[in-house]
């Protein structure tokens, strides 16, 4: 681009803030390496105002003219523009509400209160963290997504300032995204931001640090006699209308936030407490993420509050498949999240995610661990678990619930006793029936329920009554 008319297509002030020293400064060592005559003017003026700042090595302050600004620099420029003349206040608690997503998207903690506060006010949407950083680096700032930022600071900041146009004057114009172009058309309306020799505005190129001087000048004066200071109370996310309600498909979610299907929003929690239902019953947001996480498809319709936030989020999904019976099996891998269960002994579903699947015993929760263990006991006690099996709309295990019982028979024989076996001294015992070769052993006798004649006994008192030679005891035996 020439710069002998001064002009440049976009700008952006670089608030360097990661930077271990930085010094407001009229003067910069490497004044000499400004990439076009003139633009001393601009770089002073912008460190006079403390908007551009410079790295101090060796005793001396570095401009670094030529160096590209990123993304979160952008946030920093918007923030400090709306800051410094009056249209913005800080607020620590925006900034914590908003750490969580920001943390997650790797954003440095020195862009944090920038960053936050264009979330909070819709100068950003949570999907557009996503092209910040990349292996934990800042990802420069194109001129379009400068000028977005910026457009958008200034709406935010000054109520009179309206970004309506859908088209620029560029010759590039079919160049600049679709949702730049409002902002392009502002800024160039107002005098922040120019074309080149040739009318272009190059909107895909990066930025360089001068000129963000000369940017930051312009959109400072143009913030300073603006009269009307507004601050917003119903901060909306970009591209997406002031609703009181939402309807849709998930396509992103988290315990704080949900995204939807054709949609750039993302929708907060509220922070006083969202109430949550899943298919009808009430439920909890882990509940809701573990589905989603499982591949099921969930369909959402949310109500907010005027800030954009969740109140109420009523969550459906088509359950295609429930199976009951008795747990037989339970299989848990510590070393990674896999496992499975087995019911009456043939049906088996596999875990691909042990922390994805909602466990509920007896009306408890549990772990995949902890349903391990509890089934091993189970074993132990002679009590068996059944349980309900349910699977989304792509076969993947969502739910299991269920109850211990104590273990029903299996099978009951009845038939006349041909010998009846005692023995005294270990407890033990077996009975056969007439006609039949089958022993049915008796493991401990006290833990053998008798009944003769409906009243109740001990095994013993069965045993002196076949011992005394009654050859006509007919029994019911309730077998494991």
């Not at 570095?62 to 990123?70: A, K």
């Not at 909306?236 to 396509?251: F, I, L």
């Not at 833990?447 to 006509?472: H, Q």
Request: glycine share 6%; aromatic share 8%.
């Amino acid at each position: 681009m020439k710069k002998t008319k001064h002009t440049v297509a976009l700008a952006l002030a670089a608030m360097l803030a990661c930077q271990p020293l930085s010094v407001y400064a009229a003067t910069f060592a490497d004044m000499n390496q400004v990439p076009w005559a003139g633009a001393e003017a601009s770089i002073n003026k912008a460190a006079s105002l403390g908007l551009v700042v410079g790295e101090t090595r060796n005793g001396k302050t570095y401009f670094r003219s030529r160096d590209s600004v990123s993304l979160s620099e952008s946030c920093q420029l918007a923030y400090k523009l709306l800051m410094q003349t009056g249209k913005a206040k800080a607020d620590d608690s925006v900034t914590q509400k908003w750490t969580p997503i920001m943390n997650a998207y790797g954003i440095q903690s020195w862009a944090y209160p920038a960053v936050s506060y264009c979330l909070e006010n819709g100068i950003l949407a949570t999907s557009n963290l996503g092209g910040f950083m990349k292996n934990g680096s800042n990802l420069p700032a194109t001129r379009e997504q400068a000028a977005t930022i910026l457009g958008r600071a200034l709406t935010k900041g000054v109520s009179s300032y309206t970004a309506n146009e859908t088209t620029t004057t560029f010759k590039d114009n079919s160049s600049i995204s679709t949702e730049a172009k409002p902002y392009v058309a502002l800024l160039k309306r107002v005098g922040v931001v120019n074309g080149d020799d040739s009318n272009k505005f190059n909107p895909k190129q990066t930025l360089n640090r001068t000129e963000t001087a000369v940017l930051v000048t312009n959109l400072y004066g143009v913030l300073e006699k603006a009269t009307t200071p507004t601050t917003p109370t119903t901060p909306t996310t970009p591209t997406n209308p002031t609703t009181s309600t939402q309807k849709g498909t998930v396509a992103t979610m988290t315990n704080f936030y949900v995204n939807l299907k054709d949609s750039a929003a993302y929708y907060m929690l509220a922070s006083g407490g969202t109430t949550i239902t899943l298919n009808g019953s009430s439920a909890t947001m882990s509940d809701v993420v573990k589905l989603y996480k499982a591949g099921t498809s969930i369909d959402v319709t949310l109500t907010l509050d005027s800030n954009l936030h969740i109140t109420k989020l009523e969550a459906t999904y088509k359950e295609t498949k429930k199976t009951k019976g008795s747990l037989t099996k339970v299989r848990y891998n510590k070393t990674d999240k896999e496992g499975s269960i087995t019911i009456d002994k043939d049906s088996t579903y596999s875990f691909t995610d042990k922390d994805d699947v909602d466990i509920r015993i007896d009306k408890k929760s549990y772990s995949l661990k902890e349903l391990y263990d509890l089934f091993t006991k189970a074993e132990d006690d002679k009590t068996t678990i059944e349980v309900e099996v349910t699977l989304d709309n792509k076969g993947n295990l969502t739910k299991i619930t269920g109850s211990t019982k104590e273990s029903s028979s299996s099978d009951s024989i009845k038939g006349k006793v041909s010998k009846v076996n005692y023995d005294k001294s270990d407890k033990t015992g077996y009975i056969q029936l007439k006609n039949k070769t089958t022993k049915y052993y008796i493991d401990d006798t006290d833990d053998v329920t008798v009944k003769i004649d409906n009243k109740t006994k001990d095994y013993k008192d069965l045993y002196n009554l076949y011992d005394d030679g009654d050859s006509t005891i007919t029994v019911t035996l309730t077998l494991n």
